[in-house]
C-alpha cells in the first residue's frame, strides 16, 4: 500500500477549504444568533440597583448610660437583669446631700405645675433636710417666701432693713471665707501638678508606675471640682448680696411695688431652687430612660471610683419593637431611590449561599442631607427576618450587611449603549485634559 503524503499541496488544500454549505449556513446562523441576542436585549429589561451598607437594629434602641460625672459610686439601686421603670433612680454618686431628701425636695417642687404665688407660696416642705450644695438655695427660697408673706399681709417692712443687713454681714463673712478656702485648694493643685511632674519623671525612668499617676491626676481632678464648687459659692453669695441691697432700698416701701418685687422675687427664687435640684439630680444619680431590663456594666460597683462619661449600664427596652433598616446613601445616588422600593439585604453573619437574602421595602427617605452629604434611608421588613430562602434569622440588637435597592427596570440595550458612551467618555476625556494642560 502507497504511503499518502499528508504534506501535499493536494492535500493541504483539500483540508484547508471548508464545505462551501458551512460558510453559506454558519453565516446564517450567526447573523440569526446575533439577531436573537438583539432582540433579547431589547425585550428584557435589567433591574437598576443602588448599593449600600445597612444596619438593622430596633426602633427603640438599648440605652447606654455614662457616668454624668467623675466620682465614688454610692449606691446601686437596681440588680443585674433587673427591670426598672421609665426615670426611675438606678444608681447615685457620693455626695454632700443626701439624695432620698434631694428627692423629697424634688417631688415637693414637681407638685407645683406653674409659677402661681399662691401655689408657691404653699409650698411648705420639711425641714432639717440636708440638701448639700442646694442648702443655701432652698433657705433663699424660704426667705423670699416669707418676705412675700410679710409684704401682702402689710408687716412693717422697716423691721426687715436689720435682717438683710445682717445677712449681708453673713454673705461677705462667707465670701472672705471661701476666698482663703481658694487660696489653700489652688495650693493644692499647684503641690498636686508638680508632684504629677516628678512622677511622671521618675515613671520615664521606672522609679513610678502609672498607677501612681493616676491616683494624682485624680487628685487634681478633685481638687479643681472643689474649686468650682467654691467658685460657685462666691458668685451666689454675690449674687443674694446685690438682691439683699435692693431690697433694703425698697424694704420700707409697703406699695403695690413692693409686693410686685416680692412676688417677682419669690418666682425666680423657686425657679432657681428647681433648676439646682434638677442640676444635682442629673449630676449625681444615673435614672433609667426608659423601661427596659438593665445589664451592669462588670467593673462597675459600690465604692469604685469612675471616670465622666464612662459606660456604665446598658437598659434593653421591653415590650413590641419593630425591627428597622438604616441605610446612609450618597446623595449623588440617592435621586431614583423612594419609597415602597423593594431592598435585598445579604448579611454579614450570615452566608447569602446557605440563608438566602432579607427581603425589605423603603419607607421613608430624607429630604435632606446630613452633614456628610449622606441622605437617611429606613427599611422596613413585611416578612419580618424571613429570607428567600425560608430560614428565619432570630432577632438581635444589631445586624449588618449590604443592601441592593431596586429603583427601577432598564432594557438591556440601553443599558450596554450607556455604558460603551461612559467607557468612551473616560478614555477620551483625560486625553483632552491632556492637551488643553
Not at 37 to 42: A, D, F, N, W, Y
Not at 160 to 187: C, F, M, P
Not at 276 to 288: F, H, I, M, S, Y
Not at 299 to 315: C, G, K, L
Amino acid at each position: 500500500m502507497e504511503d499518502i503524503n499528508l504534506r501535499s499541496e493536494e492535500v493541504q488544500e483539500i483540508l484547508g477549504t471548508p464545505p462551501k454549505w458551512i460558510i453559506r449556513n454558519g453565516t446564517i446562523i450567526a447573523i440569526l444568533f446575533f439577531g436573537i441576542l438583539v432582540t433579547l436585549s431589547i425585550i428584557i429589561p435589567y433591574p437598576v440597583i443602588q448599593e449600600a451598607y445597612i444596619t438593622i437594629s430596633f426602633s427603640d434602641p438599648p440605652r447606654t448610660l455614662v457616668a454624668p460625672k467623675s466620682g465614688t459610686i454610692s449606691e446601686i439601686r437596681v440588680s443585674n437583669g433587673q427591670r426598672a421603670e421609665k426615670d426611675e433612680a438606678l444608681l447615685i454618686f457620693k455626695a454632700p446631700a443626701d439624695y432620698n431628701h434631694v428627692f423629697t425636695l424634688q417631688d415637693y417642687l414637681d407638685n407645683i405645675p406653674n409659677e402661681n404665688d399662691s401655689l408657691i407660696i404653699a409650698l411648705n416642705p420639711p425641714y432639717g433636710l440636708k440638701l448639700g450644695e442646694i442648702q443655701e438655695d432652698f433657705l433663699d427660697y424660704t426667705e423670699k417666701r416669707n418676705q412675700y408673706f410679710r409684704q401682702t399681709t402689710d408687716f412693717n417692712s422697716d423691721v426687715n432693713v436689720d435682717s438683710y443687713r445682717t445677712q449681708i454681714s453673713s454673705l461677705e463673712r462667707s465670701i472672705r471665707s471661701s476666698g482663703r478656702q481658694k487660696e489653700v485648694i489652688a495650693g493644692q493643685i499647684d503641690a498636686a501638678i508638680r508632684e504629677k511632674n516628678i512622677l511622671e519623671r521618675k515613671m520615664v525612668q521606672g522609679e513610678a508606675s502609672q498607677a501612681e499617676v493616676n491616683q494624682v491626676t485624680r487628685e487634681i481632678q478633685n481638687y479643681r471640682s472643689q474649686m468650682q464648687t467654691v467658685e460657685t459659692k462666691i458668685q451666689s453669695n454675690r449674687f443674694d448680696i446685690e438682691v439683699l441691697q435692693n431690697k433694703i432700698t425698697t424694704a420700707r416701701k409697703g406699695d403695690t411695688k413692693s409686693k410686685i418685687n416680692a412676688s417677682d422675687e419669690l418666682k425666680t427664687s423657686f425657679l432657681r431652687l428647681k433648676i439646682r435640684v434638677n442640676q444635682w439630680v442629673q449630676t449625681n444619680v444615673v435614672v433609667a430612660p426608659i423601661e427596659g431590663i438593665v445589664e451592669i456594666n462588670d467593673n462597675i460597683s459600690v465604692q469604685q471610683f469612675v471616670q465622666a462619661q464612662e459606660p456604665m449600664m446598658i437598659v434593653i427596652p421591653v415590650g413590641d419593637r419593630n425591627l428597622i433598616g438604616r441605610i446612609k446613601l450618597d446623595f449623588k445616588n440617592s435621586g431614583l431611590v423612594k419609597p415602597s422600593d423593594p431592598v435585598f439585604i445579604r448579611l454579614n453573619k450570615f452566608p447569602f449561599e446557605e440563608y438566602g437574602a432579607l427581603k425589605g421595602m423603603v419607607t421613608w427617605k430624607s429630604k435632606i442631607p446630613d452633614e456628610n452629604n449622606q441622605v437617611q434611608i429606613q427599611v422596613l421588613f413585611p416578612d419580618n427576618l424571613v429570607t428567600t430562602t425560608g430560614r428565619t434569622i432570630e432577632p438581635e440588637e444589631e445586624l449588618f450587611g449590604n443592601a441592593k435597592i431596586i429603583t427601577g427596570e432598564k432594557i438591556i440595550f440601553f443599558q450596554i449603549l450607556d455604558y460603551g458612551k461612559n467607557t468612551i467618555k473616560n478614555i477620551v476625556t483625560p486625553k483632552v485634559e491632556e492637551q488643553v494642560n
